[in-house]
């Protein structure tokens, strides 16, 4: 059977260290809750010492986690552990972190202690933690640059005084892949009693190599890696998990081990965290960025287009984004293009098809970001280059209030030449508006999807309203797009954007 390696998430601890990273109580639960979900085996859920509102988060989350462990971080001193008792002990896996630095750097010139001073204090405080809690975690701060037999002597001691879990941290994402591996390799060859604990590593990422560093630790060994979504910490970061995870569910046939973590749920998570620490995600940001599975290159689309996995290593599903993209621009290849026309309801002959690319790649020289929006006016000005649309909006008034039944008058120029009228009320103005234009056309449809969004900012701002019909007679679909600085009209001119669509598809 393959090992499962737990993962040890410390968002709401060491990433909420991260500059402007600081959460409310409120915040922290609902990240907590998330991470339950996502199938964490260990929530780090802050340093119950460090403030009054860390400890009452910590107890709070304490209360509401059912299955994952809840840890609070504490140095090796009685007033830290006591604390940190108080705000776990609720928990249904309540467990006490307690770390102290084991490097002569660290040593000296921060805790202006010996080697033997350490020891011993090392070894005092996690036996009086174990009196307190079965689950002790030990972490020797800064150990990629310890002394390694000193390593061997206080993680050998403090296993002896009760730590169930001895965390290697990389502290200052100093080491290398190949050094931490060869040290977790040290470690598990040379304590005697390592057998009795499993092995944590808890990497940086200051040159970026976080990932890649506790890959390495578990390819020699180590059985639970501590990490954060997207990265979050202090300076560079910490591993991020949708990287570690990914990298061990992809590449199992390397590692050979699994995790419980519900992938599905990664995209979420990132978005969640992302959204309460105000923390961006970088756009080429691995599993969780925008364009992680977005292409561009004509190669690439053709590609993806033929079978997905010529350029897709994972499905965007597996990590809970809804579906590849295709970014249109210059360097789009005919087939995305065609594939993207589809998409929104059009249908050309390949001559067609092949006027309308020219079209597309001269755009593209022009413009950065080609829309919907411009693919929608290249098709449609190709549709109707001779003919001008059945439909358009000769005049409209509207009227609502608290007492007013929303009510909208349209008046439509069908043809060119014929006015059609009507008034119709409805449960809110766009509902109206809609109605009346079921009323004039001649044609019957279904209305699946409507979507309002801002464009611009300010009291000026317009609104986009996105809509697709459904020809009920054909069961064709139409995507229709309207801008206005004001949401009915945009509706309007949406909704017959669309049927003006379908009456040039289906007729």
Same mark, same amino acid.
């Given at each position: ?44 859920? =802050? ?13 709070? !989350? ?61 070894? #005092? ?57 060869? %040290?977790?390799? @040290? ?11 499993? !092995? ?28 954060? !979504? ?19 569910? *992809? ?15 990664? @995209? ?34 053709? =590609? ?73 006016? %290249? ?11 059945? @439909? ?27 006015? !059609? ?19 004039? *056309? ?52 949406? @909704? ?6 379908? #009456?040039?598809?289906?007729?």
């Amino acid at each position: 059977m393959a090992r499962t390696i737990k993962i040890f998430d410390t968002t709401l601890r060491d990433g909420e260290q991260s500059p402007g990273c600081s959460m409310s109580l409120k915040e922290k639960i609902q990240i907590a809750k998330q991470l339950e979900k996502l199938g964490v085996d260990v929530i780090e859920a =802050g340093f119950a010492i460090s403030s009054n509102e860390d400890f009452e988060s910590i107890s709070e !989350i304490a209360k509401t986690i059912k299955n994952a462990s809840v840890a609070s971080l504490a140095r090796a001193a009685k007033p830290d552990i006591d604390r940190a008792w108080d705000a776990v002990r609720h928990a249904k896996k309540p467990r006490i972190h307690i770390f102290i630095a084991t490097s002569d750097i660290h040593l000296e010139y921060k805790l202006k202690m010996t080697r033997d001073e350490a020891l011993k204090q090392a070894k #005092e405080m996690i036996a009086y933690g174990k009196s307190l809690c079965d689950d002790i975690e030990f972490s020797a701060e800064d150990a990629t640059r310890s002394d390694k037999d000193f390593l061997v002597e206080i993680i050998t001691a403090v296993i002896d005084a009760g730590a169930t879990v001895i965390n290697v941290p990389d502290t200052v994402g100093f080491t290398t892949p190949t050094e931490f591996y060869d %040290l977790i390799d @040290y470690l598990k060859k040379n304590v005697k009693n390592i057998d009795k604990a499993i !092995i944590s590593v808890h990497c940086h990422n200051d040159l970026g190599l976080s990932v890649a560093n506790s890959l390495a630790a578990v390819k020699a060994g180590a059985d639970q890696v501590e990490c954060t !979504i997207n990265g979050i910490g202090e300076r560079a970061g910490n591993a991020a998990l949708e990287e570690v995870v990914m990298s061990l569910a *992809v590449r199992k046939d390397v590692f050979g081990v699994e995790t419980n973590v519900n992938t599905k749920e990664i @995209y979420h998570s990132s978005n969640l965290v992302s959204s309460i620490t105000g923390s961006l995600v970088q756009a080429n940001k691995a599993i969780v960025g925008k364009n992680a599975f977005a292409h561009e290159a004509g190669i690439h689309q053709h =590609g993806v287009l033929t079978n997905k996995k010529t350029y897709e290593i994972m499905t965007p599903q597996s990590v809970g984004v809804p579906q590849n993209s295709f970014v249109l621009g210059k360097h789009s290849g005919k087939h995305a293009f065609s594939s993207k026309l589809e998409e929104l309801g059009y249908s050309f002959d390949a001559n067609q098809i092949e006027e309308l690319f020219v079209a597309f790649k001269n755009l593209a020289d022009k413009k950065k970001d080609i829309s919907d929006l411009d693919l929608e006016a %290249l098709a449609q000005n190709k549709i109707t280059r001779n003919s001008q649309p059945k @439909y358009t909006i000769q005049d409209f008034t509207f009227s609502s209030g608290k007492t007013a039944k929303p009510t909208v008058s349209l008046t439509l120029l069908c043809n060119s030449k014929d006015n !059609i009228q009507t008034v119709c009320h409805g449960d809110g103005l766009v509902d109206a508006a809609f109605k009346a234009i079921e009323k004039l *056309v001649d044609r019957e449809c279904t209305l699946c999807k409507y979507v309002v969004k801002g464009v611009g900012d300010g009291e000026d701002a317009q609104g986009q309203v996105s809509i697709t019909l459904k020809d009920n007679l054909t069961q064709k679909l139409s995507n229709g797009y309207g801008l206005a600085t004001d949401v009915v009209e945009a509706s309007i001119k949406a @909704y017959l954007h669309a049927v003006n669509k379908l #009456e040039a598809l289906c007729d």
